[in-house]
T-cell receptor, first 108, second 121 residues
C-alpha cells in the first residue's frame, strides 16, 4: 500500500496527554516524521525519523513506532498545540514521499 | 536563518501554463534536495515532485507526471515548478520544502509559506 492513514480528529483536555497515530505499510521499512500545521501557515517539522525533535521543539512532543504504526504523543497539551498534525515518510521504494491525511487536534 | 519564499501563483485559466518559483536564503540550495508539495483548499498535503541537490535526479507524483517539471538554478538559489497545462484539480497552495539528509532521507525540515494557484476560467 502507498498510503498513510490517520484519524481525522482528536481532542484533549488542557494539560493532558494525547496520542495521534499513523498507519501504513511503508512504516514497516521507513521512519515516520511529523509536522504541525496551523491555519494559514506552512507546516513545521516537530518529529523526524520516528523519535527525534528538531531544535526548538518542546520536549512535550515525542514520537514512537511499532510495526506499521507511528505515534506522536503530546504530554501536557497546550492551547498553542491546536493544529493539524501530518505524518509523512518515504514510500517503500524511497522514490516518493507519502503524507497522511492529517489529524486535527483540539485542546479543550 | 533558513528562509524559503514561493512566488508566481495566481488565477490561471484551464489549459494555460504556469511557472512558480521558490527563492531560498540562509543556506546554499545546491547542497540540498528540494521538493514541491501542494495542498488543495481544505484538504491534506500531497507530495508533487523532488529534485536532487545537483538536479540530476527528478521524481514526480503519478498525478502530475508528464505535465509538471521541477528544476533549479543553484547559482540563483532558486527552485522552479513548471506546469505545461493546468487543470482544475491543480488548484492548491504550492509549498517548496527542503530535504535535510542530516535528519534522514525524505525529511522535510523547512517550508515556505506557499503560493496559491487557482485554476479557473
Amino acid at each position: 500500500s502507498s498510503e498513510l492513514t490517520q484519524d481525522p480528529a482528536v481532542s484533549v483536555a488542557l494539560g493532558q496527554a494525547v496520542t495521534i497515530t499513523c498507519q501504513g505499510d511503508s512504516l514497516l521499512s521507513r521512519h515516520a516524521s511529523w509536522s504541525q500545521q496551523k491555519p494559514g501557515q506552512a507546516p513545521l517539522l516537530v518529529i523526524y525519523r520516528r523519535d527525534n525533535r528538531p531544535p526548538g521543539i518542546p520536549d512535550r512532543f515525542a514520537g514512537s513506532s511499532s510495526g506499521n504504526t507511528a505515534s506522536l504523543t503530546i504530554t501536557g497539551a497546550q492551547v498553542d498545540d491546536e493544529a493539524v498534525y501530518f505524518c509523512h515518510s518515504r514510500d517503500s521504494s524511497a522514490t516518493h514521499i507519502l503524507f497522511g491525511g492529517g489529524t486535527k487536534l483540539t485542546v479543550l | 536563518q533558513v528562509h524559503l519564499v514561493e512566488s508566481g501563483g495566481g488565477v490561471v485559466q484551464p489549459g494555460r501554463p504556469l511557472r512558480i518559483s521558490c527563492a531560498a536564503s540562509g543556506f546554499s540550495l545546491g547542497t540540498y534536495g528540494m521538493h514541491w508539495v501542494r495542498q488543495p483548499p481544505g484538504k491534506g498535503l500531497e507530495w508533487v515532485a523532488m529534485t536532487s541537490f545537483d538536479g540530476n535526479q527528478e521524481r514526480y507524483a503519478d498525478s502530475v507526471k508528464g505535465r509538471f517539471t521541477i528544476s533549479r538554478d543553484n547559482s540563483k538559489n532558486t527552485l522552479y515548478l513548471q506546469v505545461k497545462s493546468l487543470s482544475s484539480e491543480d488548484t492548491a497552495v504550492y509549498y517548496c520544502a527542503r530535504e535535510n539528509l542530516l535528519f534522514g532521507s525524505g525529511v522535510l525540515d523547512s517550508w515556505g509559506p506557499g503560493t496559491l494557484v487557482i485554476v479557473s476560467s
